[in-house]
Each structure stands twice: as C-alpha cells, then as structure tokens.
C-alpha cells in the first residue's frame, strides 16, 4: 500500500522532491499557494528582455506524473495526529478549510521577502521573487522611459525617472543591476537615443563589499568592473526609508529614482513562524538533523517529518539559502526515501555565479576565475537550470534571437 507524502511548497525543494520520489512507493500531494516554480537565476533575464516568461517558470502539474496538486496555504500542522490544516487560496468557495491526513510530510515553504523594518519598502520598492514580480518590474522599466519621453519635463526630473536603484549587492543584485545596464546600453539606446545620456544605476548595501561570500580578488574585480560600466556602488549604505519616488540613507540623505528594487534579505513564512519545531536562533529556520529530520521543541525527532530548501538548515552546517542546496537537499531526501535511509546529507559546495553585464562576469568555487570565461558558464548554468527539453530548446532560441533580431521589447 503506498504511503501518503505531503510536500508543502511548489519552489526548488519542494517541486524537485515531488517528481523524483518514487510513485509505486508514495501517493504525492503538494500543497502550495502557487502553481508554478519559477527558476530565480533567470528572472532578472526575464525581467529585462532575454527570455520569453513562459522560459522562467514550470507548472507543478505534470502529465506525466501523478502529483496531486493543491493550490491552498498551510494554516498548522498536528504532528501528533499527522493532519495538516490548510485553508484555500480562493475566497469564493463554499469549502475554506481543510484537512489532510500524511505518512510523510516534507516542509519546504521557503521564506518570503525581509525589508528589516524599513518604512515604505512594501508600498515603494519591488521585489523580483516569481515572475509575476519580473512581469511587474519590466513593465515599470518601460513606464519610465516613456514618461521621461513626455515633452515638457526638465533635464533632472528625466534624469530621476531614469535613476534605477537596485538595493543588495548580492549575486541578485548584482545580476538585476547588470541586465539593466545590457538593456540600457543594447536596445534601450537605440528606442531612445534622446535619454541614453540620462539614465544611470546605483546598488546600495550595508555591506561594505558587494558579492559577500566571494572571495575578494572577485569582488574587487566586480567593483571595477561597474566602475568601467558607469555603475555606482554605494557600500556602506544605511537605508532610513523608501519614499514614493525616492529613497532616503542615512549618509547621502534623499536620492530621487523612478524605480527602486529591493533584492536583499530573506525572511521566514508565518507558518514556520508558528510550527512547534526547534529553529535555528537568527532568522529562523527550520533545524533538521544530517537526514533532514524535524525536531520537536523538545529536540525530539518528529516521526516522518522533513524539512528542506530555504525554510530549513542542517544543524552546525549553515548552508546559504540557494537553489542548489535545495536541489541537492531534495535529490538527497527522495533518493533515500525511495531506498532507505542509509547515508548523511552532505552538501557538495558548487560554483557560485555571477553576471556583470557586457559578457563578463565571476565565479567563486574549486577554481575561482572571471571574465568572458565566466560569463559563458553563467549562461551554460542557465541552461541546465531548466527543467523540460522545450524549455532547454526556447533558452537557446532567446539566445540567438538576441544575437540576430535583439530582445523582444527592443527589436531591430
């Protein structure tokens, strides 16, 4: 008879998990607000032009495989009684609770965005989290543009509609920083030859380097990199508040933008906030033991429960919240659910990759180098991030779309 396994959350862990467990062994439910997972690496390509959005995203529904998918937000979990609450994301319906009885339940709802209690970063800053937040942000791109195209405005509200800030430096970042300045520099400039002058960039972090966990020969290439590019760096930046319109630090005072994305900080979901489980002490996630197994507050193990992806940590280990460790966390957990458990999850350290626009970029691993060299395996990465041959097919048309007629919104 199989085993019920619950799987909640739809993003790298959790959709990696659901296709990878064996189907003779388990009835697989997955339970997440969303129906598709996005693959973070490209939304910034996406957001400005590269890839076609249907690229960046794959549902969670497959005809190939049979994963019972609902879409409906954990509420709380009975570990006693192996029941999850759960509450759909419709409104309109007769049912707005439910309940489901588990054998297994893997916890991988990720986390959600940290604004670190700055006033106004909801209402005036956006997020590119999914591709509805890539939709948003590149349609607001444009907006800026045409509104600095308005015959009639000064010199420097042009130049303010056309500030963009990006505030992180981390490889989100700095990746959304430098697919701007390709845009602005590549097609934008020939759309509107009139404001190639006016435009400009600026990252702020309060780190006082950009690429933290790099090491620093990159992140000093990675500085005069956007130095030569015409990117402002500003390290050591203390944001006060995000006005509409403008942001607010505590060392330049008020900085007028037309657009401000916030690319930093991670924060974990209500449900995790409210689950009786033993979390790590600083922004707190889940702590499993070497084999992803949940303790209670009492750190006792919980029977068949698991945790993984952004949401969880290996107690002692630490591990960054990145698609591949939720990659690696949810090959390891179907392979030893399927076979038996008989070994410790142990994370593999991989390259970490970062673009820097006009074909360049940086890579920290075994082999630390950058350049051209970098740049092509960040696009390679790009490329076996996708999931389906069709998408594996539609990435390399984008590429040589780009190349022979330009991006989609900037055509030649």
Not at 248 to 273: C, F
């Amino acid at each position: 008879m199989k085993q019920e396994i619950i799987i909640v959350g739809s993003g790298w862990a959790g959709s990696t998990l659901s296709t990878s467990l064996d189907e003779s062994k388990y009835s697989i439910t997955v339970l997440s607000p969303e129906t598709t997972t996005p693959y973070t690496p490209l939304l910034a390509s996406a957001a400005c032009g590269l890839y076609d959005f249907n690229i960046v995203e794959t549902p969670i529904r497959h005809t190939s495989k049979n994963i019972k998918f609902i879409k409906a937000r954990v509420e709380d979990i009975d570990f006693k009684a192996k029941t999850v609450g759960c509450v759909p994301t419709f409104s309109d319906l007769a049912v707005q609770t439910f309940s489901l009885n588990y054998d297994v339940l893997a916890l991988a709802p990720g986390c959600t965005n940290n604004t670190f209690g700055t006033p106004g970063v909801a209402e005036n800053a956006h997020f590119i989290r999914n591709v509805k937040d890539a939709q948003v942000v590149a349609g607001l791109v444009q907006d800026c543009f045409e509104k600095a195209s308005i015959p009639g405005l000064t010199e420097s509200q042009q130049r303010a509609l056309l500030h963009f800030v990006i505030v992180g430096a981390g490889p989100t970042g700095v990746e959304v920083s430098s697919e701007l300045h390709d845009l602005f520099k590549g097609g934008y400039a020939k759309l509107y030859p009139h404001l190639k002058d006016k435009v400009s960039i600026s990252v702020h972090d309060v780190a006082d380097k950009v690429l933290c966990g790099f090491d620093c020969e990159l992140q000093d290439y990675a500085m005069k990199s956007f130095s030569k590019r015409g990117v402002t760096v500003l390290t050591g930046s203390h944001i006060e508040r995000i006005e509409k319109g403008a942001l607010v630090t505590k060392e330049k005072g008020r900085i007028e933008a037309g657009l401000m994305i916030w690319a930093t900080g991670n924060k974990s979901t209500p449900l995790v906030d409210s689950l009786p489980v033993k979390k790590t002490p600083r922004n707190p996630r889940i702590l499993t033991d070497d084999f992803l197994r949940v303790y209670s507050e009492a750190s006792e193990l919980l029977d068949g429960v698991y945790a993984l992806g952004d949401a969880a940590d290996v107690e002692d280990a630490r591990l960054p919240t990145t698609a591949e460790v939720a990659c690696q966390k949810a090959n390891y957990l179907a392979e030893m659910l399927n076979k038996g458990f008989n070994r410790k999850f142990e994370y593999q350290q991989a390259a970490i990759v970062a673009y820097l626009g006009q074909n360049d970029g940086v890579i920290s691993g075994k082999n630390d180098y950058s350049g051209a060299q970098a740049w092509l395996a960040w696009r390679s990465k790009n490329f076996l991030w996708t999931r389906t041959w069709r998408q594996k097919v539609l990435i390399v048309v984008g590429w040589i779309l780009d190349l022979v007629t330009g991006r989609a919104i900037a055509p030649r």
